[in-house]
């Protein structure tokens, strides 16, 4: 037994433990401004868990059988050393082996179910584990695709792809792996209480006495750890975020010479982020020794109580080994718990930043409004700001673009020419006022008129201003116009709009390219999304700065192609063309020249 300075030496050692995480919890005092409360986030992973029950369940009973014969193998352990002593007893339940050969046997067979369930269990987690994070990362991204659009993004593309990868992995195996091993643990706890009293009431009792302060010390851990690691995650978005911006702009940085700089600034984000890891590791480290040294007092008072009943002849050999084993079992989940613990921690901070992602409203859904007969739009009286604190882009504002007209538009930068676009595709809702598509009948007569919204974007072709095309073959960048096009169909739409270089390239429709369009120069990357658009033949065309690359004689032909192409349609396009352009300009019928409004 240990003496008296021994003791007041551990409890010295647990007084600075605690007094030392106790400054780790005042450095790291951070409040917890969640803006859901815990039943809405229990909610939200209710609503997951059905979408992935399958594989929960499948991971919960394959973790009760393997506690079941976790104690199968503890009590053939015991027979075995019994029988091997001759102090095996008669009765009990269970058939008992009469013959160490076939307790050998027993402890054989269960090994073998052991090792065979743990196969079999990996196997199936990992295919039903992959199943159910592409699930969950595609009900984000299509949520995301899906929502509506302010032009103001609150969220970097960098932080918004984090939470998309690594939140849901972090979601989706806390709901598929972690809750039903700890099911399984408490199972196993509770088991190997019993089993334990069953044959030795005291010592079941002084090993378990460790639980309340197992309790105390988690609610004082789960709170700080869940604040330390939200910080943790923010500072890894903002990591992801410097990362892609800079890949994405890296010539930009080589011209401007600003290498440097990005990187100082990576690092910077990069020291943060080690230094709070550090401190949760730390924090994790010291909570867990200080268990630890709870968890050894406790096997140290099973083997001396042990040691002590063998010496008195209470109990058997065997017997002893049950105890170790048992006391291991008993231990065990406080262990496992102390791992979940971090692990859930991290999967309610994951679930806020994905709740977050899934405030955006969608957009109105339903069927389609298509204009069969053409069509032509109507702004009636709009004002629009981007939010409270922005100056108005339009103040009572009127245009009109009538069925089969052309029309550009022009301004200065700033003025709203691409805002305007983005009222019209319904990207953008007017404070006040509305926007309407409308047809007329063969008399001229205005017959259908509906807002714009989701459903009437069928109508309308979009080529945006910049570099649009996606990696990949030019023939799945023309599909995103018409997936069932044919090769005839793409190589007509390549020679309207004046893409016929396609044709010299040794892989023709099948000739990869980068990211942004990388191994085009941006007049063909332009003309390959005029190609696409017009794939799409809906009966309004908006054009966004679309011809900015393009030479003159290229613009003119490919103006002249426009022409031709839709003197040959049964119903004449509406174009809207957002432009500086002389060429297109002269070939509108009606000017529009966008100012800034003065009215704040």
Not at 60 to 82: N, P, Y
Not at 207 to 226: G, H
């Amino acid at each position: 037994m240990p003496t008296i300075q021994q003791e007041a030496r551990i409890s010295q050692m647990i007084f600075f433990l605690l007094y030392h995480q106790f400054k780790i919890s005042v450095q790291y005092k951070v409040k917890i401004d969640s803006k859901y409360s815990t039943r809405q986030q229990l909610g939200w992973f209710w609503r997951i868990f059905q979408q992935v029950k399958l594989q929960s369940f499948i991971n919960a009973m394959s973790g009760i059988i393997r506690v079941g014969l976790d104690f199968a193998f503890i009590w053939a352990t015991k027979l075995s050393i019994d029988l091997a002593t001759g102090n095996v007893s008669t009765g009990g339940l269970l058939p008992k082996p009469s013959t160490l050969f076939g307790a050998g046997a027993l402890l054989i067979s269960i090994m073998a179910l052991q090792m065979a369930l743990g196969y079999l269990g990996r196997w199936i987690a990992a295919l039903l584990g992959v199943e159910a994070q592409n699930r969950m990362q595609r009900h984000i991204f299509e949520h995301l695709l899906r929502s509506e659009w302010h032009g103001k993004e609150q969220r970097h593309s960098g932080d918004v792809l984090n939470r998309l990868v690594s939140d849901s992995q972090t979601v989706v195996s806390v709901v598929t792996d972690t809750v039903p091993q700890a099911l399984a643990v408490l199972v196993r706890l509770v088991c190997a209480f019993f089993f334990l009293f069953t044959m030795d009431a005291m010592l079941a009792v002084g090993v378990t006495v460790i639980l309340p302060v197992f309790i105390l010390l988690s609610r004082m851990y789960i709170r700080q750890m869940r604040a330390i690691t939200r910080e943790v995650r923010q500072t890894d978005s903002q990591v992801q975020a410097t990362l892609q911006e800079s890949m994405q702009h890296r010539l930009v940085l080589k011209t401007l010479e600003r290498v440097p700089l990005l990187v100082k600034a990576l690092t910077s984000l990069q020291t943060t982020l080690r230094q709070q890891v550090r401190h949760r590791t730390l924090f994790s480290s010291t909570s867990n020794l200080v268990l630890n040294i709870g968890f050894g007092a406790a096997y140290l008072f099973t083997f001396l109580w042990s040691v002590n009943r063998l010496s008195d002849g209470t109990i058997t050999f065997g017997m002893m080994t049950a105890f170790i084993q048992l006391c291991g079992q008993i231990q065990g989940p406080f262990r496992d718990l102390t791992r979940f613990i971090p692990a859930i921690i991290s999967s309610f901070t994951a679930a806020e930043r994905l709740m977050e992602l899934e405030e955006v409203p969608l957009e109105a859904d339903g069927e389609p409004i298509r204009f069969e007969h053409g069509a032509g739009v109507r702004i009636a009286d709009i004002t629009f700001a981007y939010d409270s604190h922005s100056r108005k882009i339009f103040n009572h504002n009127t245009y009109d673009f009538p069925p089969g007209s052309t029309t550009a538009i022009l301004g200065e930068t700033g003025a709203g020419k691409t805002t305007l676009i983005r009222l019209i595709l319904a990207l953008l809702k007017p404070q006040k006022g509305e926007v309407v598509m409308y047809s007329r009948d063969e008399a001229g007569k205005e017959d259908e008129a509906v807002t714009v919204s989701a459903r009437t974007r069928c109508n309308l072709v979009y080529v945006p201003q910049g570099n649009s095309l996606f990696s990949g073959t030019l023939r799945w960048n023309l599909q995103m116009g018409k997936p069932d096009a044919t090769e005839a169909e793409m190589y007509e739409a390549l020679n309207v709009a004046c893409a016929d270089f396609v044709n010299a390239l040794p892989d023709g429709l099948d000739t990869r390219i980068g990211e942004g369009g990388a191994g085009l120069s941006e007049g063909q990357a332009q003309r390959l999304a005029i190609a696409r658009a017009l794939l799409r033949q809906g009966s309004i065309l908006l054009m966004d700065e679309a011809t900015s690359a393009l030479d003159q004689q290229t613009e003119r032909k490919l103006i002249e192609n426009l022409v031709e192409h839709h003197r040959l349609m049964s119903v004449q396009p509406t174009i809207i063309f957002i432009t500086h352009r002389p060429a297109v300009v002269d070939f509108c019928q009606q000017v529009i020249t966008l100012t800034k409004c003065s009215t704040s």
